[in-house]
């Protein structure tokens, strides 16, 4: 929400009208007349420093600070900007230029300890967060006879609603597993963009990705027992590549 807006809403609603909360306690962080104080008043709190202010009230939001949704596959800058729908900000996932496509994915840069060999690694999604929840159940003030109750209830729900894909039965939507990987420290130089492997012998299961080529070239060797798969556009297996006996090595050509 930005100042001159927050001005309309001051005028509608009053200077209390409460637009954020502290997530663990309840409290207000901001009202309108909070977030319209100037920045330089020693008042001010730090919660409502800038030229907006982050909040739950969709309906009454003129401005998107912030969206890093995953783009859907196949997503167009040029249809975005015209339906008024491009992540912010606009350059995310790959796209932001005239005529570009946004990848459906997000890439991710891991910091792994030093010398570690392994790790596994789950993407987790949860369907309702606590801090949405918990704005609608403090921003509901009970003053409309037929929705007064729903902040309370949506806080009901929320708290005792468990997950079919939760295994653990939790409540409060807890968030669920979409997908798994395993890491061990064999990946680790096999992926990328264009990824050149040499001098390198396979002995475990693994999968190599490569966004535009990827060439097993000199002293490339799969040991028996090992599963190997390289993923990319382009796959080159060069002279000094071997398979031994009992291993398996699959190439995926993908776009």
Not at 64 to 84: A, Q, W
Not at 132 to 147: D, H, P, R, T, V
Not at 190 to 204: A, H, M, P, Y
Request: one cysteine or more; a negative charge; aromatic letters at 10%.
């Amino acid at each position: 929400m930005t100042r001159d807006w927050a001005e309309t809403i001051e005028t509608l609603h009053g200077p209390d009208f409460e637009l954020s909360y502290d997530r663990l306690t309840d409290e207000v962080l901001c009202t309108v007349a909070d977030f319209l104080l100037d920045d330089s008043a020693p008042e001010k709190k730090e919660a409502c420093m800038g030229e907006f202010h982050n909040t739950f009230h969709f309906a009454l939001n003129n401005v998107v600070s912030m969206d890093n949704r995953i783009p859907p596959y196949g997503m167009s800058y040029d249809v975005s900007e015209r339906r008024n729908t491009l992540p912010v900000p606009a350059n995310q996932y790959g796209g932001g230029q005239v005529g570009s496509t946004y990848n459906y994915w997000d890439e991710v840069r891991l910091s792994p300890p030093a010398n570690a060999d392994h790790a596994h690694i789950d993407l987790l999604y949860q369907g309702t967060s606590w801090e949405y929840i918990q704005f609608l159940y403090l921003a509901n003030k009970g003053e409309n006879a037929f929705l007064g109750q729903e902040g309370v209830n949506m806080l009901d729900a929320w708290l005792n609603a468990p997950s079919a894909m939760d295994s653990l039965n939790r409540k409060m939507v807890p968030p669920v597993v979409m997908a798994s990987i395993e890491w061990n420290s064999e990946v680790a130089g096999c992926s990328g963009d264009d990824v050149l492997i040499q001098n390198r012998i396979f002995t475990d299961n693994i999968t190599c990705t490569a966004e535009s080529s990827l060439t097993a070239d000199t002293d490339v060797v799969i040991k028996a027992g090992a599963d190997v798969i390289f993923q990319s556009p382009t796959v080159t297996l060069g002279p000094g590549f071997l398979i031994e006996v009992g291993a398996s090595c699959k190439v995926e050509t993908v776009q």
